[in-house]
């Protein structure tokens, strides 16, 4: 297979990733056979500092969304926002039907409530360790074990032979909530012979084992015990076990326990419909706790990652309509700080310390477990599968490599770096990339979905960076000009910054350099005066905003 349209019909069983390979977040899987498609989980990522006013980027899925009337399906494993959070903005481009497990789908439902689709949506519910045909494909469940309810590997089996797509997994023996991995079910998988493994490399440069929640509770629970005011511990607010494990700790300090965002009584409500965390002491809002004594609260807030508007950071700044903290009050970060949240989570930090408010985070104790699998558990998943090639996905570059290096090293036969927009063939032969198919980013701006790099967001960057100036001119058909330029600038120039006249006088000048018929020209006239100002700009000022002429005939 070597032209692009030959992926449209080929019968070779191939993987395409269009998003999360090469990077963490906004996870885009496809498999394709027979010009059928099925899609693995569509998800989001957050907007980051250079993408000013965007706090939503997706994977743009314009590869299949061109061969939408193949695309049987999409398939999610879990309800992650990097695995599920795009569907309520990407579906009406797809409009397939929707499978996921009774906790994903509760959640899903919550989320296309917001955009509207609920009602258009085809949504299946995929009990646990389900299986179904979709196609070409006949897909199963495999429960796993991860930071949320409900995880799952799926099967996907085909004449070819068969793929395991682990999914995002770690190996939590006894998850206090939810089933434990199924084992059986992945050996029998590998058995009967896998022709590759799917498999997330998040943690892979992390040696051992992720951690189990179970010891983590002994661990929660000894810091909270040593602690005597107000007790807040923030989270991630998808992690319902975590959720649970809090519960828990609070009732056996004789504790109430609060839940403070919206986030967190979204996840617990889903939970519950799909019939977790049902025996719970009663849950608290923020505003039931204002009387209890400080010893008596414990608080579950969201925002550990430094989110500015979420609970934690309004809390920290003393900024909460009913949450307040004193001094020898606690904040626990049961949460892991992600290298590139840094600055958002040290602020929030420093801002609670100067208050003299203890802050314990995953440096100081054992409060935190991560849900992917570090070296030991990607060891036990090859002996389990007995995959022939691991593809490694949901991990940057450094991280795939190493899985390479590593799946290999553990005596995985064959594995295969790959990146967003490869057309990986899994079968038959050897598993190779065998094309590349264009792939790109897309911004939630507003209501509106823009390329990443649209002029609209290039322009807003450059504003950002530089500011803008606008000059306006008042001429008569002639050319001649009946007013002095006038300009005013936003984010750029301070009152006075330019000598008296200065911009008038260069924008005069390189006018009246101008032959008479070129200053009848609008756009010439307009286009002489913008490089003029841009030229003066740089030179008294160094900065070299946008500039933008309005020019007036009379
Ligand atoms: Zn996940
Ligand atoms: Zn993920």
Redesign the pocket.
Known sequence: MTKKDDIQAGDELVFVPLGGTGEIGM?LNLYGLDGKWVMLDLGVTFGEDTLPGIDVVMPDPAFIEERRADLLAIVLTHA?E??LGAVQYLWPRLGCPVYASPFAAAMLRRKLGETGFEDEVELHEVPIGGRFELGPFDLEFVTVTHSILEPNAVAVRTRHGTVLHTG?FKIETEPPVGDATDVEKLKSIGEAGVLAMVCDSTNVLQAGSSGQEAALRDSLDEVIAGCSGRVIVTTFASNATRVDTVARIAARHGRHLALVGRSLWRIVDAAREAGYLLDLPPLLSDTDIGYLPREKVLILATGSQGEPRAAMAKIAADDHPSITLDQGDTVVFSSKIIPGNGRPIYRLINRLHRRGIDVITERDAFVHVSGHPARDELAQYYKWVRPRTVVPV?GETRHLREHVAYARSCGVPHAVLAENGNVIRLAPGQVEIVDTVPTGRLALDGNTLLPIDSEVLRERRRLMREGVLFVTLVMDEDGGLLADPQWRSQGVLVDGALPEGGLADTVRRSLSALSATKRRDDELVRETARLAVRRELRRVYDKKPTVTVELVRI
């Open positions: 996870n992650h990097d695995h995002d949901h």
